[in-house]
């Protein structure tokens, strides 16, 4: 790995990481996601110092070159993200549906009660 790439990987890995605590204080970001996103901006600064790791892990697993495994990774980790995203919006929109049902409920009733309310007062 050229030091420019790797000066490059540090300096938008902090870049990242200020952004994100800039989105937290503004209250835009949650903590739980955020941490995600500084944990991997953290891992790639150390694989900015130590271009070794990815060399040593690639050569363990037999990938061609380091920046196939570091590619691969990548996309794994970004994979399990969307994951636990879908999930999220998953569990959302079922909330969505069940308040939506919720509040349907409550104004056919109010609606009712209206109706019986004012028959009673003829």
């Known amino acids: 790995m050229s030091l420019v790439l790797r000066i490059v990987l540090i300096a938008a890995s902090l870049l990242t990481t200020l952004y994100i605590m800039?989105?937290?204080r503004?209250?835009?970001a949650q903590i739980e996601d955020a941490i995600f996103?500084?944990?991997l901006a953290?891992?790639?600064?150390?694989?900015?110092i130590f271009p070794g790791i990815p060399t040593m892990i690639s050569q363990m697993l037999?990938?061609?070159?380091p920046v196939?495994?570091?590619?691969?990774f990548m996309i794994f980790v970004l994979l399990v993200k969307i994951?636990?995203?879908s999930l999220?919006?998953?569990?959302?929109?079922?909330?969505?549906r069940n308040l939506t049902q919720e509040i349907a409920i409550r104004n056919k009733k109010e609606d009712e009660y209206e109706e019986t309310k004012e028959i009673d007062e003829k």
Do not use: P
């Open 83 to 85: 994951f636990s995203m």
């Open 37 to 39: 996103w500084i944990l």
């Open 88 to 96: 999220k919006v998953s569990a959302l929109e079922t909330r969505l």
């Open 62 to 65: 037999g990938i061609m070159a």
């Open 22 to 24: 800039k989105k937290i």
């Open 68 to 72: 196939n495994f570091l590619f691969l």
């Open 26 to 28: 503004n209250s835009k």
């Open 42 to 48: 953290f891992m790639l600064i150390v694989i900015s």
